[in-house]
């Protein structure tokens, strides 16, 4: 049983914006949810998250200022709006499912669902 289904990845130029988006299990609504990425040959890296009810955001030093983490509970999605794109970001972009309810948290063994990723391919 799929819970988790990424989509909105795709192939942009540098200084372009992308906004992806992760489809979730209603068992999810007070989970934190979390985006992660692995660029080839590379491990997989915490990109943000965000906590059960919204209220704290995470971000990795390389994308504050330009993602943004956000989540709709009555949509069961959670969204990152990827703005100023670099080729450095490019990678497959995986979303997740704190362990708990009520949960937060920024590494990934915070983190205990895992979505099948989306390609995001920036161009210079």
């Known amino acids: 049983q799929v819970q988790l289904v990424e989509s909105g990845g795709g192939l942009v130029q540098a200084g372009g914006s992308l906004r992806l988006s992760c489809t979730y299990s209603s068992r999810f609504s007070n989970y934190a949810m979390g985006w992660f990425r692995q660029a080839p040959g590379k491990e997989r890296e915490f990109v943000s998250s965000?906590?059960?009810?919204?209220?704290?955001?995470y971000y990795a030093d390389s994308v504050k200022g330009r993602f943004t983490v956000s989540r709709d509970d009555a949509k069961n999605t959670v969204y990152l709006q990827m703005n100023a794109l670099k080729p450095e970001d490019t990678a497959v972009y995986y979303c997740?499912?704190?362990?708990?309810?009520?949960?937060?948290?920024?590494?990934?063994?915070?983190?205990?669902?895992w979505g099948q990723g989306t390609q995001v391919t920036v161009s210079s």
């Open positions: 965000i906590n059960w009810n919204g209220a704290s955001r």
């Open positions: 997740a499912a704190g362990r708990s309810i009520y949960s937060s948290g920024q590494r990934q063994r915070d983190f205990g669902s």
